[in-house]
């Protein structure tokens, strides 16, 4: 009687488990050509030989709101945090559309750029940031925003 008890509870225990795993989504980053990504990394993070740092990373859409809710509060946010505004631009990465600021800042006797990109997808963000000291950021850059590019094909239900 108690082995079936125990065996119950664990049929449970495990059914759940495979009903909650069944229910994720799946999603794999990769790194900009020429980077290493950390392993076992959450969020995914990754570095260039020269520093420059790469990160994606998944929060819940709250307030929920769309793209153009979270365009007009990352620009605000950024430039009343002394950031400086260079450009931005929408972007589409596999279904999904997103937005693009590119901001610098001083650190010490450098500059350095951010570059940030969020998507929208349901009640998720996908937020994805690369940053470096400028000269060794824009040699970066085109490999960056490639890998920007392939989120949208990253993510699957």
């Known amino acids: 009687m108690k082995n079936r008890r125990h065996f119950i509870q664990f049929s449970f225990i495990v059914t759940t488990l495979l009903l909650v795993i069944s229910g994720c989504k799946t999603t794999t980053f990769l ?7 950390y392993k076992g990394e959450h ?3 990754a570095v260039s030989p020269e520093g420059v740092m790469f990160r994606i990373r998944t929060e819940k859409n709250e307030p929920v709101a769309e793209l153009s809710f979270w365009k007009t509060a990352l620009k605000k946010h ?4 002394g950031y400086r505004y260079i450009s931005e631009n929408d972007v589409v990465s596999g279904n999904l559309k997103g937005y693009c600021l ?3 800042a001083p650190s010490g006797d450098k500059d350095f750029i951010y570059l940030i990109t ?4 349901g009640d998720s963000l996908i937020i994805a940031e690369a940053s470096g000291e400028v000269t060794l950021f824009k040699k970066r850059q085109p490999d960056i925003i490639e890998a920007f ?3 949208g094909s990253s993510t699957s239900p």
């Open 31 to 37: 790194a900009p050509s020429g980077f290493a990504a």
């Open 43 to 45: 969020p995914f993070r």
């Open 78 to 81: 950024m430039t009343d945090s």
């Open 149 to 151: 590019n392939q989120i």
């Open 118 to 121: 969020v998507f929208v997808e």
């Open 102 to 104: 590119e901001l610098s």
